[in-house]
C-alpha cells in the first residue's frame, strides 16, 4: 500500500512517482480506493438517487484529476517550488469539496432545479463546468474543450450566427441549467453510463492483469505461432489484441507488451519501423476486439437500447478481419525479407500452459456466458470480478491479496476519473447543442451539401472521427463520436449498429494516422526508428480498419445481420479482398510481385470489397488468378538477406516544432501512467539476451515475480474482512437510502482503514524481510 516502503510509491511501494509528495499519494489512495468502495457498494446493493450517484462520482474523480495531474510538473524540485501552481491545485481540489458538500446539502430540493437556479445554485453551476473544462485540459488536452466553448457560444450568440447557424438565443441562466439539470449536461448519460458500468468493468480487467493474464495470453500466442514464419510478430499481434481488449487505450498498450515485442521483432530482424508498427496497429486494435472492447460494448449496448450480446455479435467479424488482414501483412513480410523462423524446440507447449493456467481464461468466459444466459452488466461485472478474485487461489503466484486488490482498485480510479471528466466535457457538448437544436441543423446541412450522395457522407464522418478521436482512450472515443458524429450518419439513413460501429473504428485508428499517431509514435520510440514511418506502417498494417467500416455500411451481413449463407459468403469475400490488399501493398504473395500483378491485385481487391453482382465478384477472382499465373517461374521466394535493424536513432535538428512537443508529452504522460500500474500489466519482461527469452517462454509460471510479500499475513487478510463486513452491514440496512450522509462517511471510513491497515501491515512485512545490519 501507500507508503509502505517509506519512499513516494504507488500502492505497494515498488515504484517511484516523484511528482507526488507522501501526504499527497496518501490522499489520492484514499480518495482512489473510496471511490471503488462507493461503485462496489453500489453495484452489490443498487444506487442512490442520481443527485447523490452522478454528483459524488464526478467531484471525487475531478479532485483525483488535480492530484495526480499538478500544474507545474514535478514538484521534487525544491528550487523551484512553484508557489502560484500549488495555489491553484488547492483551490481546484477545495473547489470540488465544497461543490459536493453543497449538492449534498440540497438532496431534498434537487428537483427544484427542474424549475429554475438559485443564485447559489447558478454559481455551483458555473463553477462546476469550469472545474470539468480544467481537468480535461489535463488529461485530454484543448480540442475537445475548445469544441465544448464552441457550442456553448453558439447557444448564448445564435443570432450573431450566418445561415443555417442562425437561431434564438438562450440566457446565460437558462444554458447552466440546462448543462447541470438532467440528462443533456454534466450529469448526463454519458457520465451515467461510465458510472454505472464502466468503472466496475474496468476494476475486472485490472484485477484478471493483476493476476497474471498479460502473461498468460503472450505465452499461449507464442506458444501457437511463435515458431511459425513470421511467428513473433504474429504472436506479438495476438498478444497485443488479447491484452488491449482490457486496457482499451493504444498508446498503454504498446508501452507495455511492447516493449517485449518489440525488441524481439528487431533482433529478428524486422524492420524498425515495420516493428515498430506491427506493434502500434495491433495495440489500437484490442479496443474493437470483443467480449469487452475495452469497455465499450457496454455503454454501446446503453446507447442503442439493444442487449449487449447483440453488440458483441456485431463486433465478431469486423475484429477478425481486423486482425487477420495484420496476420497475412506479417506473414508476406516475412517472406519477402526470408526472415528466420525460432526454433520450435524454443517455444512454449500450448496444452502445458493451458494446463498450468488456463484458469485464467475463464472469467472471460464468465462474461459471455452470464450475458447470452440474460444477466444484467451490473451483475456479470460484479460475478466475474469475484470469479478472478476466487481463481487466483489456484496458486501463490497468481493469488490476489489485499495489497494486489487495493493495487488494482487505485488503478482503476486512475484511469476512471480521466474517462469521467471527458464524459462530463461530452455532457456539455450534447448539452449546448441540446439547447439550440444545432445537433439537427448541422445535420439537416451536411446532408443537404452532399444531397444523396451516401459515400461523401461517410468520407466527411470519417475524416471527423479521426480528427475528434485523436489522443483519447476507446471509452472516451466513443462518448465524443455518441455526440457529434453518429447522429449525422444515423440522419443520412445508415443503419443504428453500423453508425455506431463506423465512427467509432475511424475514432480509435486515429492512434495510427498521421500526423498525430500517439500509438505509432510510442512504437517508434521502443523501436527506434522514424516515427512518419512507423506512422505509415502502421496505417498499412491497419488497412483494415478503413475499409472495412465502409463495407458493413454496405454490407450489413458483415454484422451478422442476414442469413447464415450470407454473412459467410461476405465474410469470406471480404477476407480474400483483404488478402489481396496487404498482397498488393506489401510487393509479395508467393513470390515478389511486380508493378503489374501489385495494380491487378488492386484492382481485384476493390471488385471483391465494394458490393456488387456475384458475377462481378467471380471476375475480380479471375483478375487476382490471372495475376497470380503471369509469372510462369517457380513459386520460391528468392533468397534475401535480412535486414539487420539499424543502430541509428533518429535525432531532431533544432528547436522541436509545436507538434513534436505536444507528442512527446502525451507519450510522457501515458509512459508515466504506465510505469504507475507496471506491476499489474502481467509481468511482461523486456527481453535481454535470446537464452533469456528462450527460458522466459518456457517457463510454465505465470508470474516471474514472489508471491505478494502480504499473501500469508492474517492482519491483512483481517483488514480487509473489516471493509467487507462494514460494506455488508451499511448495505444490509439499506444505508444508502435511508441515512444517506452516513452511508457516504462510512465509505470514506472503510476507505481510511483499508489504506491504513495495508500501509502498516505492508510496512511490518518490508522491515522483517530486510536483511539484519552486519
Known amino acids: 500500500m501507500a507508503l509502505a516502503s517509506g519512499r513516494h510509491t504507488s500502492l505497494r511501494g515498488g515504484l517511484p512517482i516523484a511528482s507526488l509528495g507522501a501526504a499527497r499519494l496518501a490522499v489520492v489512495a484514499t480518495l482512489s480506493i473510496y471511490l471503488l468502495l462507493y461503485h462496489i457498494y453500489i453495484g452489490v446493493y443498487g444506487a442512490p438517487t442520481n443527485a447523490i450517484f452522478l454528483p459524488v462520482h464526478l467531484l471525487v474523480a475531478l479532485s483525483l484529476v488535480f492530484l495526480l495531474n499538478p500544474l507545474g510538473g514535478d514538484r521534487s524540485d525544491r528550487k523551484n517550488p512553484v508557489f502560484a501552481f500549488r495555489l491553484l491545485d488547492s483551490l481546484c481540489i477545495l473547489s470540488c469539496a465544497v461543490l459536493l458538500a453543497y449538492y449534498l446539502s440540497i438532496i431534498d430540493t434537487w428537483q427544484n432545479l427542474y424549475v429554475g437556479l438559485r443564485r447559489g445554485d447558478y454559481v455551483a453551476g458555473v463553477a462546476l463546468v469550469f472545474l470539468v473544462f480544467e481537468a480535461v485540459r489535463r488529461t485530454v488536452g484543448w480540442a475537445m474543450i475548445f469544441l465544448a466553448l464552441l457550442f456553448c457560444c453558439h447557444a448564448l450568440f445564435a443570432n450573431h450566427f450566418p445561415g443555417v447557424f442562425y437561431g434564438p438565443p438562450i440566457k446565460p441562466e437558462a444554458l447552466i441549467q440546462t448543462l447541470v439539470v438532467g440528462d443533456a449536461g454534466v450529469f448526463g448519460i454519458p457520465l451515467l453510463v461510465a458510472a454505472q458500468y464502466i468503472v466496475l468493468f474496468l476494476l475486472f480487467g485490472r484485477l484478471l492483469q493483476a493476476a497474471g493474464a498479460g502473461t498468460f495470453f503472450t505465452r499461449i500466442a507464442f506458444a501457437i505461432f511463435g515458431h511459425r514464419i513470421g511467428g513473433p510478430a504474429k504472436a506479438g499481434v495476438i498478444a497485443s489484441g488479447l491484452f488491449g481488449m482490457l486496457s482499451g487505450s493504444g498508446v498503454s498498450n504498446v508501452l507495455t507488451t511492447g516493449a517485449f515485442t518489440v525488441p524481439m521483432m528487431r533482433r529478428l530482424g524486422y524492420r524498425p519501423h515495420f516493428a515498430g508498427g506491427v506493434e502500434a496497429a495491433a495495440a489500437v486494435g484490442g479496443a474493437i476486439m470483443p467480449p469487452v472492447m475495452g469497455a465499450v460494448a457496454f455503454m454501446m449496448a446503453e446507447f442503442m437500447g439493444v442487449a449487449y450480446v447483440k453488440v458483441v455479435v456485431a463486433a465478431a467479424i469486423p475484429a477478425f478481419l481486423y486482425y487477420f488482414s495484420i496476420y497475412w501483412t506479417v506473414h508476406f513480410e516475412a517472406r519477402k525479407l526470408g526472415l528466420s523462423q525460432l526454433p520450435k524446440d524454443s517455444m512454449p507447449k500450448a496444452w502445458r500452459i493451458i494446463r498450468a493456467n488456463g484458469y485464467l481464461a475463464i472469467p472471460l468466459l464468465m462474461i459471455a456466458v452470464m450475458l447470452i ?402
Open 373 to 774: 444466459m440474460g444477466y444484467s452488466i451490473i451483475l456479470v461485472a460484479l460475478v466475474t470480478s469475484l470469479g478472478t478474485f476466487l481463481l487466483s487461489f489456484v496458486s501463490r503466484a497468481t493469488l490476489l491479496s489485499p495489497s494486489r486488490i487495493g493495487e488494482a482498485m487505485e488503478a482503476t480510479a486512475r484511469v476512471s476519473c480521466g474517462l469521467s471528466t471527458t464524459c462530463a466535457c461530452a455532457g456539455i457538448i450534447i448539452g449546448a447543442m441540446f439547447a439550440t437544436g444545432l445537433s439537427f441543423q448541422v445535420t439537416q446541412l451536411i446532408l443537404n451539401m452532399v444531397a444523396d450522395r451516401l459515400w461523401l457522407i461517410l468520407i466527411i464522418s470519417a475524416i471527423i472521427s479521426l480528427v475528434l478521436g485523436t489522443g483519447l482512450t476507446a471509452s472516451a472515443v466513443y462518448i465524443t463520436m455518441v455526440a457529434t458524429v453518429i447522429p449525422i450518419l444515423k440522419a443520412s439513413g445508415v443503419s443504428e449498429m453500423a453508425a455506431h460501429m463506423f465512427s467509432f473504428y475511424y475514432g480509435v485508428v486515429s492512434d495510427i494516422t498521421p500526423p498525430t499517431a500517439l500509438a505509432a509514435v510510442a512504437a517508434a520510440g521502443l523501436a527506434r526508428a522514424n516515427p512518419m514511418k512507423t506512422m505509415l506502417e502502421a496505417s498499412r498494417l491497419g488497412i483494415a480498419a478503413f475499409i472495412v467500416p465502409l463495407v458493413f455500411v454496405f454490407e450489413p451481413a458483415l454484422l451478422m445481420r442476414g442469413s447464415p449463407v450470407e454473412i459467410v459468403t461476405a465474410t469470406v469475400i471480404a477476407g480474400v479482398g483483404l488478402i489481396l490488399t496487404t498482397a498488393a501493398l506489401a510487393g509479395y504473395f508467393h513470390k515478389p510481385l511486380n508493378l503489374v500483378q501489385r495494380l491487378a491485385f488492386a484492382l481485384s481487391a476493390a471488385i471483391l470489397i465494394v458490393k456488387t453482382a456475384w458475377w462481378i465478384d467471380v471476375l475480380g477472382l479471375v483478375i487476382a488468378g490471372v495475376a497470380v499465373l503471369w509469372d510462369r517461374l517457380p513459386g520460391r521466394a528468392p533468397e534475401v538477406a535480412p535486414e539487420l535493424p539499424s543502430r541509428k536513432v533518429d535525432r531532431a535538428q533544432g528547436k522541436p516544432g509545436w507538434l513534436k512537443r505536444y507528442l512527446d508529452r502525451r507519450i510522457e504522460k501515458e509512459a508515466a501512467e504506465v510505469a504507475r500500474e507496471a506491476e499489474l500489466e502481467g509481468n511482461v519482461p523486456q527481453p535481454g539476451s535470446a537464452e533469456e527469452l528462450a527460458r522466459w517462454l518456457k517457463d510454465e509460471r505465470v508470474s516471474d515475480q514472489p508471491p505478494a510479500p502480504d499473501s500469508t499475513r492474517w492482519s491483512a487478510w483481517f483488514v480487509l474482512a473489516v471493509v467487507a463486513l462494514a460494506i455488508g452491514y451499511m448495505g444490509s440496512v439499506s444505508m444508502h437510502a435511508t441515512r444517506p450522509l452516513m452511508w457516504l462517511a462510512g465509505l470514506l471510513g472503510a476507505a481510511l482503514w483499508l489504506v491504513g491497515g495495508l500501509c502498516l501491515t505492508l510496512r511490518s512485512t518490508l522491515r522483517a524481510e530486510a536483511p539484519t545490519p552486519g
